[in-house]
């Protein structure tokens, strides 16, 4: 069924089909219409879930943590600093294997507070174990929360779903709700191969001594070592899942097919712009009136940050001239952190001549700071037509010093 | 499946030495008086406040009770509670046998 309302809305809408059995959160804003929307949900009977309301995003994810470990399908949702308060919890969450799902609503960290969009809250949790995974309107923020919980229970990893705060959480568009019926087909309940039995008591995420040790049975078990490695194999191998759970999902409701990465008008591309969530639609208008002016130009969307697409980006970049990486948020002292992590996937690939695109970075919209399509188009423009230089160095757009 | 997942995490079953042989932390030994201790004294199950107090569970209630050296930590707690004073924490270094 079509219907026109906002992301928060169409992320509620999800969790719902989801059916979500434990929802703990802590309104912030821009998430708060979200939770507000599950609450009513569930208070109407329309959903059978425990609502939990929280002193803190801490507890929140402790909630999630907990419910997770009993062996229910848990979701949280947070924004900005909300999101750094679960910080610890966010490691103990992956560190602990549980699939929960959290919806992050994109907002700039304080201080200076802000309420406004970027993805400075977001990035710079990306080392912390959880699958990243951005939308770019409405009809992802639904579809993804849904194949979320798909590939968090088959990964046993925990799945953020990033949405830009306002620019897609207050703003209304038309999406399609999928059929109750497919979703449950879809996404059965969730069976977990392991969760707190009473009749069977243990010891979960004890400490580990630096070396492995003999467990009771005299079994060798794993230490702290052994299970970090085995999260980052499993954290890679999950792109194969990631992929097959988007092909489930299209064979069912025909939507899908980029799971890490969308390209726009980017086949015979000699310049690519990179852009995350509404920022890279933003970007297709820009590179339409470019292209109308004889540059070759494209975009891609990074849909999927954590685990990092390193060869689908790689192979999307390497034969072209140039990347222009435009970021809403700041590696500080260096540059943003896609830039890095783009530049990094290239290092293999040297062309013919010894030539590897250069890869240049706008810092832009930080904190709510309004991209202009103007500004963008010369930006843009300017690193197609000359000769990069310092490229190491962020470019700001929108600065007004 | 299930141990599969176990063994992505640290998952452990309650029982002695599921954390290694944490004896080998200890710098002091809780050493117990007989002619002191209660329980040891009187020759009847009495006090056990070693045994309620200690954080790990390895003082019995025996006559008189006993200390599972392979995994008291030597935290003193046992000592410090003992209503007789009859626990002396004892440097460890004192027990080793010097090869000669």
Request: proline fraction near 6%; charged fraction near 20%.
């Amino acid at each position: 069924m079509q219907i026109i309302e906002s992301g928060n809305v169409a992320a509620a809408l999800g969790v719902k089909l989801s059916r979500a059995q434990v929802i703990a959160a802590y309104p912030i804003t821009p998430q708060t219409p979200l939770t507000e929307k599950l609450s009513e949900i569930i208070e109407a009977g329309d959903m059978t879930a425990e609502y939990i309301p929280v002193e803190s995003e801490h507890s929140a994810l402790a909630i999630c943590i907990a419910a997770s470990s009993a062996g229910a399908r848990s979701f949280t949702a947070t924004s900005a600093n909300g999101l750094l308060y679960m910080h610890e919890q966010l490691h103990w969450a992956s560190g602990a294997r549980l699939p929960i799902v959290m919806c992050v609503v994109n907002r700039g960290v304080g201080a200076p507070w802000t309420v406004w969009n970027d993805h400075q809250d977001s990035m710079s949790q990306r080392d912390t174990g959880w699958i990243q995974i951005y939308a770019n309107d409405h009809q992802q923020i639904i579809d993804s929360v849904i194949k979320a919980f798909a590939l968090a229970e088959e990964v046993m990893i925990p799945v953020m779903v990033c949405y830009d705060g306002y620019l897609l959480s207050h703003t209304y568009m038309p999406f399609d709700i999928p059929e109750a019926t497919l979703t449950d087909s879809f996404l059965p309940p969730y069976r977990p191969a392991y969760c707190l039995d009473p009749d069977e008591p243990a010891n979960l995420n004890t400490v580990t001594l630096s070396d492995v040790r003999t467990d009771i049975n005299g079994v060798k078990a794993h230490g702290y070592m052994e299970i970090r490695h085995l999260l980052q194999q499993d954290m890679l191998a999950s792109m194969d899942a990631i992929e097959r759970v988007d092909s489930r999902f299209k064979n069912i409701f025909g939507r899908g097919g980029s799971p890490f990465i969308e390209s726009y008008r980017s086949d015979d591309a000699r310049f690519i712009a990179v852009g995350i969530g509404s920022l890279s639609y933003h970007l297709r208008d820009v590179v339409d009136d470019l292209r109308d002016e004889g540059i070759s130009v494209g975009v891609m969307s990074m849909q999927l940050y954590r685990p990092f697409p390193y060869q689908a980006v790689a192979k999307a970049l390497k034969d072209c001239q140039g990347v222009i990486v435009f970021e809403k948020a700041l590696s500080y002292g260096y540059q943003g952190p896609v830039c890095s992590d783009i530049k990094s996937a290239l290092y293999h690939y040297v062309g013919p001549e010894g030539s590897r695109p250069f890869v240049l970075n706008y810092i832009l919209g930080l904190g709510g700071r309004e991209i202009l399509t103007k500004d963008l188009y010369e930006g843009l423009k300017l690193s197609c037509t000359t000769k990069p230089s310092s490229p190491d160095k962020p470019r700001w757009i929108g600065l007004k010093l | 499946m299930k141990d599969d997942y176990c063994r992505k995490t640290s998952h452990s079953k309650s029982g002695p030495g599921d954390a290694g042989k944490t004896g080998s932390w200890r710098i002091l030994r809780p050493v117990i008086d007989p002619a002191v201790c209660i329980p040891a004294k009187r020759g009847t199950p009495s006090c056990y406040m070693c045994w309620l107090y200690c954080p790990d569970g390895v003082i019995s209630r025996g006559i008189p009770p006993e200390i599972d050296y392979e995994y008291c930590k030597g935290c003193g707690i046992c000592a410090e509670e003992c209503p007789t004073k009859a626990i002396r924490m004892v440097e460890e270094s004192s027990f080793i046998k010097e090869d000669t």
